[in-house]
């Protein structure tokens, strides 16, 4: 005997478990199964409490609502109106032989005559009490299986299959390392620190300058918005951020995590990316800006401190909050230049500097180590090259050991070293005193700047703002005259490299409200020089550098506020620019090009190209005595526990290691040399009082020795 699925009305044998149509697992016998399925509450001969004598369950429960849009045979139903059975009229009955009677419309709150649908079925069409639709009146009833629902199983697995395509798309779009993730950072990025090129493809990462023309390539994985490169077992990890032609990389030290920014190849650099990124200054341990916050971390006289700021920035104007206490807002007005930051209340005072700090491991390697040109504070060139440093200040080359975090300096054949610790960011190398931690110099690699315009905005004629006589002619095809010279000129990353009949010479140079600014990248001097057909500048004198002035000569020099002056009753112009000061001797109708510096109320003139060097200072301001020999008698000890000892037969001795020098005093200059040995320097010293100070030719101080009483 066969059985019937309660569900679908699939015919099943009777060893079936479930429908193999639907997967139901109810039955009904093929003869029951024939009798019309009623809605439970629906039977109009069933009292309220009665059982069904169809389902056995109780008349009052609530009805079945079919759930797929089809056909369900129902009971026939009285309509209903207000809640309340409406009868029939006397007499009246149902249509014997004709069509289907009228579908019944039921209103639903009252309102309206929408037809009443069951779940959103198909309309419920009335049929006589017991009677199949369509089946004359008082036939006899025609048993059969209830008609099969139509099956949803080919609909189900089509969704199925859609869910699981875009569930794998998602997971190889956002989770797959390697997938689409990478692809935010395929290319070529160029760092907007260095200009060193960071390129991305596959799963290699190339790290290249045309600077120190250093290539170094890494494997590169990705896993959502961490990257990690690795390179002989070395790995490096970031954590990346893309946003259109703009990509951040933030490398952690120390617990704390700071952004280094880079620019699409080609495109030009979003506004106001120049001061995102690690900054710092002798009062500020770290200044963190990115790119809507700035995180200051550092230490005062209260304890140390760290504090978060919002900022937003309205071009060179930034309005910082404190996220914590947002009554404290500031406006400042920041500039970027030379790897210094600006900032400057409204008025223009400057409340604080800053200068480019720290460097991810990428940054360092990406100048392929140490070796290069570097320049100290005062400008003076120190070449390291394999495993050697050769200092301009004094001509000699130096053995150069790293060990460790120790920066060792050795003269080859001589009883003489120098050691230092040091950190090095690939720009700078910082070398700090052993035992007191002092910062002793700083290091800057000499690099040449790019030009920050078109090299077309180069092209025509420019006039020295100092000497009308002078001037340079750019053409467009690479041929230029400068005075009377033909010369040929290429540009390069940098700038250009200028040939003439002398020799080659490299520059640099920018462009501004019409001003062309040359530096010849050999002596590291900038000239000035004005657009032809445009108003030259007025002469601009430094306001410290006005007044008299007497060399060491005794000649007197007077400098005035137009400009104009006098040399030892000498008529002279002068004007000064970046550092440069302008001499023009009227008399004889010859410019010279001087550096010039302020340092404790003397002016000091330098003649880079002779070597010369001229002191002025300011009428009646006290001349040091001269200094002999007996004057430095006695023992000296610097703050780091340095010691020597000088004694009267002319001999100075250090404590350390025990070397003895022969000493020569001239006028501020100390000759100290070793007999029978190649060793052999002369210094500037001052002593005043109880300190003996070694100084550099331009006045920096070397090292400062106390006399140590008896």
């Not at 001037?471 to 009377?484: E, I, K, L, S």
Request: with cysteine; glycine share 10%.
């Amino acid at each position: 005997m066969s059985k019937l699925c309660k569900s679908c009305g699939m015919e099943m044998p009777d060893e079936a478990r479930f429908c193999t149509e639907c997967g139901n697992g109810e039955f009904v016998e093929a003869a029951a199964a024939a009798q019309p399925q009623f809605v439970e509450g629906d039977n109009p001969s069933v009292a309220y409490g009665d059982s069904s004598p169809y389902t056995g369950e109780p008349a009052n429960a609530q009805p079945q609502f079919v759930q797929q849009p089809q056909f369900v045979e129902q009971p026939a139903q009285q309509p209903v109106f207000d809640g309340r059975p409406m009868q029939q009229p006397y007499g009246q009955q149902p249509n014997l032989y004709g069509p289907a009677p009228a579908q019944q419309t039921q209103f639903i709150n009252g309102q309206g005559a929408q037809p009443q649908f069951v779940n959103g079925a198909q309309p419920q069409y009335q049929q006589p009490y017991g009677q199949p639709y369509g089946q004359p009146y008082g036939a006899p009833y025609a048993y059969g299986a209830a008609p099969a629902k139509k099956s949803n199983k080919k609909l189900w697995i089509a969704i199925i299959a859609i869910v699981l395509v875009l569930g794998l798309a998602a997971v190889a779009l956002f989770v797959w390392p390697g997938f689409l993730n990478k692809k935010g950072v395929e290319g070529k990025w160029i760092n907007d620190r260095t200009g060193f090129a960071l390129e991305f493809k596959g799963d290699k990462a190339t790290v290249s300058s045309d600077t120190t023309e250093s290539v170094t390539e890494y494997n590169f994985t990705r896993d959502g918005d961490n990257i990690t490169l690795e390179k002989d077992g070395e790995f490096l990890d970031y954590i990346v951020k893309v946003i259109g032609d703009a990509l951040t990389l933030y490398y952690e030290d120390d617990g704390v995590s700071f952004p280094e920014t880079y620019t699409r190849d080609g495109a030009g650099r979003p506004e106001g990316r120049d001061i995102v990124g690690r900054w710092g200054n002798d009062d500020i341990n770290e200044f963190i800006i990115d790119d809507n916050t700035i995180r200051e971390i550092g230490e005062d006289a209260d304890g140390a401190y760290d504090i978060t700021y919002d900022y937003t920035r309205e071009g060179d104007k930034l309005t910082i909050t404190e996220q914590l206490n947002p009554e404290n807002t500031k406006v400042r007005v920041y500039e970027v230049e030379d790897g210094e930051l600006t900032l400057r209340d409204e008025d223009g005072n400057v409340t604080a500097t800053f200068n480019e700090k720290g460097a991810s491991e990428l940054l360092v390697a990406s100048y392929g180590g140490m070796d290069g040109t570097w320049l100290n504070d005062v400008g003076k060139e120190f070449v390291i090259k394999d495993g050697t440093l050769t200092s301009s200040a004094n001509g000699r080359t130096y053995t150069l050991t790293l060990d460790g975090d120790n920066f060792i300096l050795a003269l080859p054949g001589e009883n003489y070293t120098e050691e230092y610790t040091f950190e090095y960011d690939g720009a700078k190398i910082y070398l700090y005193w052993p035992e007191s931690g002092g910062l002793a110099a700083t290091l800057t690699r000499k690099m040449p700047a790019a030009p920050d315009v078109p090299q077309s905005e180069l092209f025509g004629k420019w006039i020295s703002v100092n000497d009308p006589d002078e001037y340079f002619v750019f053409n467009a095809d690479g041929t230029g005259v400068y005075w009377d010279e033909d010369f040929t000129y290429t540009f390069t990353s940098g700038g250009f490299e200028l040939k003439n009949s002398y020799g080659t010479y490299p520059y640099s140079y920018k462009i501004e409200d019409n001003i062309l600014t040359l530096t010849d990248e050999d002596s590291d001097e900038s000239y000035d020089y004005y657009r032809e057909g445009t108003t030259p500048p007025a002469a601009e004198v430094d306001e410290y550098i006005l007044g008299r002035w007497i060399d060491d000569y005794g000649i007197e020099l007077n400098i005035y506020a137009d400009g104009s002056g006098d040399y030892g009753g000498g008529k002279i112009s002068v004007s000064t620019h970046n550092g440069m000061l302008y001499w023009v001797d009227l008399d004889k109708d010859n410019t010279f090009y001087y550096t010039y510096e302020l340092k404790d109320g003397v002016l000091i003139v330098r003649d880079d190209d002779n070597g010369g060097i001229s002191y002025f200072k300011r009428p009646g301001a006290e001349a040091e005595p001269d200094v002999t020999l007996a004057d430095l008698v006695g023992s000296w000890q610097t703050d780091d526990g340095y010691a020597m000892v000088i004694t009267s037969d002319g001999y100075l001795t250090m404590s350390g290691d025990g070397t003895k020098y022969k000493i020569e005093i001239n006028g501020d200059k100390m000759r100290l040399y070793i007999e029978y040995s190649e060793y052999d320097e002369t210094t500037r010293f001052l002593l005043s009082g109880d300190d003996l100070k070694f100084l550099e030719d331009d006045g920096e101080i070397i090292s400062i020795y106390h006399r140590q009483k008896q």
